[in-house]
Nanobody
Framework: QVQLVESGGGLVQAGGSLRLSCAASGSFFSINAMGWYRQAPGQQRELVAHITSGGSTNYADSVKGRFTISRDNAKNTVYLQMNSLKFEDTAVYYC????????????????WGQGTQVSVSS
């Protein structure tokens, strides 16, 4: 079982910055891709940013140039640096991890964090 614990959300004015963190713990062989998703009220959950175990990244068009995803494999932690925040970035942000259980052949398992609220005032 894997637990993902997010932190770093909060209320910020438009144009401000926040840094989200997500730490994975529990029993697993390896963590492959990790990502951040968000869900605004009345909207579907959407991908914000994604990073592979090798460090390749991709971003939603709406956040390119403003958000940066990174990870510390030694700490099993993924980060999301959010700059130039806009009102439309307001959402609950969820961490996601693609995990191998006991070996490379025991894959993939998909885990989600509990979510952290990001609110941007205009």
């Amino acid at each position: 079982q894997v637990q993902l614990v997010e932190s770093g959300g909060g209320l910020v004015q438009a144009g401000g910055s926040l840094r989200l963190s997500c730490a994975a713990s529990g029993s697993f062989f390896s963590i492959n891709a990790m990502g951040w998703y968000r869900q605004a009220p009345g909207q579907q959950r959407e991908l914000v940013a994604h990073i592979t175990s090798g460090g390749s990244t991709n971003y939603a068009d709406s956040v390119k140039g403003r958000f940066t995803i990174s990870r510390d494999n030694a700490k099993n932690t993924v980060y999301l640096q959010m700059n130039s925040l806009k009102f439309e970035d307001t959402a609950v942000y969820y961490c996601n991890a693609d995990v191998c259980g006991s070996s490379w052949y025991d894959c993939p398992y998909d885990y989600w964090g509990q979510g952290t609220q990001v609110s941007v005032s205009s």
